[in-house]
């Protein structure tokens, strides 16, 4: 499990995983998350990945390399 924190409630509307070849993986609908979700990376391989987190301000992209 990964811990998504938002203290300052952010209005975000997504998360969108992608494997390192830009191939879509899972995704989760943030709109209702509040200050923290939890995003459950159980099912992923071991490798790295592109988190791309969507707001309503635009987007960020951040690597998580899952052990």
């Not at 943030?30 to 992923?44: H, K, P, R, V, Y």
């Amino acid at each position: 499990v990964v811990y998504l924190s938002n203290p300052q409630a952010v209005p975000l509307v997504r998360l969108a995983i992608y494997d390192m070849t830009g191939r879509f993986v899972t995704e989760q609908d943030l709109a209702d998350m509040g200050t923290q979700a939890e995003i459950d990376i159980s099912g992923l391989s071991t490798a790295t990945y592109m988190v791309i987190i969507e707001g309503q301000q635009g987007s960020l992209t951040k690597q998580l390399v899952k052990e």
